[in-house]
């Protein structure tokens, strides 16, 4: 279990049902799993290795399985070769970003 942190930051758009945060990824992992939080953004362990846009889309299906969204529902806004990313996913709310802290899905 991971201790929530204040620190993370969502950006909600009820009109839109979006919500937008940074992801910190740390790729070639020996599992996929929630860490904490970063410098405002969520870090994430993720097994793919950052070749070929693996750990991005490892990312995407990783986080829609979590919030229960189609893998189509997220989207990386930029830092596609970064370790630290800007995503938006539809159809969520910032509860279920936020709980993504407290247990490890």
Request: with cysteine; proline share 6%.
């Amino acid at each position: 279990m991971v201790n929530p942190s204040p620190n993370l930051e969502i950006s909600e758009n009820p009109a839109a049902r979006t919500v937008t945060f940074n992801v910190r990824v740390h790729p070639r992992a020996g599992r996929d799993e929630v860490t904490g939080v970063m410098d405002g953004a969520l870090k994430i362990r993720l097994r793919a290795p950052a070749l070929e846009n693996r750990a991005n889309e490892a990312l995407c299906e990783f986080l829609a399985d979590l919030l229960k969204r189609p893998k189509s529902a997220v989207r990386i806004l930029s830092g596609g070769h970064s370790r630290t990313k800007r995503v938006v996913v539809d159809g969520a709310t910032r509860k279920q970003v936020e709980s993504l802290l407290l247990f490890e899905a």
